[in-house]
């Protein structure tokens, strides 16, 4: 089994691998106070930053706004906001990127997004053709919010520069480990993450993938092809025979014919949850062991799972934060 951060005896003096979450909007008042409350409980674990979908078109925009303002007034966790392609003018897409500036939203996750089950590949494709494109219009936006400016050199009474303008925090894009479904190749994939990359994306995040060599293989090729940023595996902990075969149909990704068979022939839900948790652990801790920079976690919106993985693999909130915890509920 893959060493982790807390094995090995004693105490164990490297930094601590980022961990971040990622979560859709709710779709009715009673699931917002429950995603409040699974935020809540993620902040705990002092993820690097929690994304939150936003559906094509802006079909969820105001939720996906009030769900990053909610970590913005209520957390210290650095919201991430989705935007998408599909659905979006360049107009609409300014628009918006504006819109999350102004609310305090400094990073993005940039997605050229799917069209609608059974469509045109192409549908929903106005002006940006490529999450890279996405990347370039979010740089510009940020940089005509804060126009060139003159600043004092210290030491030199009367001489100015121009003063380097803000970025945002980070701008993610997606990568591929097992192979976009419209892609003719891995190379093609890479070829488009390094595009991404050029555009001005600083993290890379994974879909699912469900064997470390899926992740570890690809992030040697990108590396190989000169892609640079951050690659993180995406993981989800899958609890129940119905996800699996939901995510499956969605990413036409394959999962192991022993977990499939698993979690079927298991009747406990318990212990169904069991079976999801301990495989996206191990997962998780042989990617980390494989040179993985972090993870991030698929919760489905719900906190325990991953925070159970979160834990399994050494990286859960620390003594402090634990006993703070448990004194808050006495």
């Not at 970025?167 to 997606?174: F, G, K, T, W």
Request: charged share 25%; net charge negative.
């Amino acid at each position: 089994m893959a060493e982790t951060a807390s094995d090995a005896g004693g105490a164990d003096c490297r930094p601590r691998p980022p961990v971040s979450f990622e979560l859709f909007p709710p779709r009715t008042d009673a699931a917002a106070l429950a995603l409040g409350r699974t935020i809540d409980r993620l902040a705990e674990a002092r993820p690097a930053f929690i994304s939150v979908t936003f559906g094509a078109g802006g079909s969820s925009r105001n939720r996906s706004l009030t769900v990053l303002r909610y970590m913005l007034e209520h957390t210290d966790v650095e919201p991430m906001a989705h935007l998408t392609c599909v659905g979006s003018s360049h107009a609409e897409a300014n628009r918006l990127v504006r819109e999350f500036l102004d609310a305090g939203v400094t990073s993005f996750l940039a997605l050229r997004g799917d069209p609608p089950v059974g469509a045109d590949p192409d549908a929903g494709i106005k002006d940006l053709g490529s999450a890279a494109e996405l990347v370039q219009l979010i740089h510009r936006v940020q940089e005509e919010r804060e126009p060139f400016a003159q600043v004092g050199i210290p030491g030199l009474p009367g001489v100015t520069q121009i003063r380097e303008r803000p970025r945002p925090e980070r701008v993610a894009v997606a990568a591929f480990p097992t192979g976009h479904p419209r892609s003719r190749s891995i190379a093609q994939d890479i070829d488009a993450l390094l595009a991404k990359e050029i555009a001005g994306a600083n993290l890379a995040i994974t879909q699912l993938f469900w064997r470390a060599d899926d992740y570890l293989g690809f992030v040697e090729r990108a590396r190989a092809a000169g892609v640079t940023i951050p690659i993180l595996p995406g993981i989800m902990p899958v609890t129940t025979p119905a996800r699996l075969a939901r995510l499956t149909e969605l990413t036409g990704v394959e999962p192991p014919a022993q977990l499939v068979i698993d979690l079927e022939i298991e009747p406990d839900a318990d212990a169904q949850a069991e079976l999801g948790i301990s495989f996206a652990a191990q997962l998780a801790a042989d990617v980390l062991a494989g040179g993985a920079p972090g993870l991030h976690l698929y919760t489905f919106n719900r906190h325990e799972a991953v925070l159970d993985v979160v834990e399994r693999i050494g990286l859960g909130i620390d003594d402090r934060l634990a006993n703070e915890r448990n004194t808050t509920k006495r």
